[in-house]
């Protein structure tokens, strides 16, 4: 079965740097594109599953932001974090054009640009995370630490709960 699964940029750039991980197909919706619904098909903790979100900030210019599935990123501690004093979210038709990736698969390697990526500190509580491998219906299984070193990431506070989810 894995001979079948096509390697991505995302595959060959792990590969050149020996870092292991797995690729894991999964069936898209194009109707919800959403990191819920990848964790409710690869069966796993929505916690573990984080989406890649391009923003751009009043110093440094674009950056990645990479959290859990079911948080947003937190503009004020991605500020913080990255050394901006204000972030916005990039429209998505913006997305492709800056990223050479489309909505529900972009990852935060093999970029058009070598733009800095912020990780959510809660990826280190995890054995393994996913993210996309740089197209739709295919994530990336990985050890936290790996996809840090291999995209040179920064950790922090960058995410929080959307203000419409319900508190526990």
């Known amino acids: 079965m894995a001979a079948e699964i096509k390697k991505t940029n995302v595959a060959r750039i792990l590969d050149k ?3 292991s991980y797995e690729l894991i197909p999964y069936v898209v919706d194009e109707n919800d594109l959403g990191a819920q619904h990848v964790a409710d098909t690869l069966g796993e903790d929505i916690n573990q599953v984080f989406k890649t979100i ?35 979210t990039v429209p998505l038709k913006d997305l492709t054009p800056l990223t050479g990736y489309i909505r529900g698969g972009c990852s935060p390697l093999g970029l058009k640009k070598n733009f800095p990526i912020f990780m959510h500190e809660t990826c280190n509580n995890f ?42």
């Open 17 to 19: 740097q020996k870092i």
């Open 127 to 168: 054995p393994y995370i996913y993210v996309s491998a740089g197209e739709r219906g295919l994530q990336l299984k990985i050890v936290p630490a790996d996809l840090i070193k291999a995209c040179r990431a920064t950790v922090g506070s960058i995410a929080r709960v959307p203000p419409e989810a319900p508190q526990d």
């Open 54 to 88: 391009l923003v751009h900030g009043d110093k440094i210019g674009y950056l990645m932001c990479v959290v859990p599935g079911n948080l947003e990123v937190d503009l004020k501690g991605a500020a913080k974090v990255s050394g901006n004093k204000k972030i916005e």
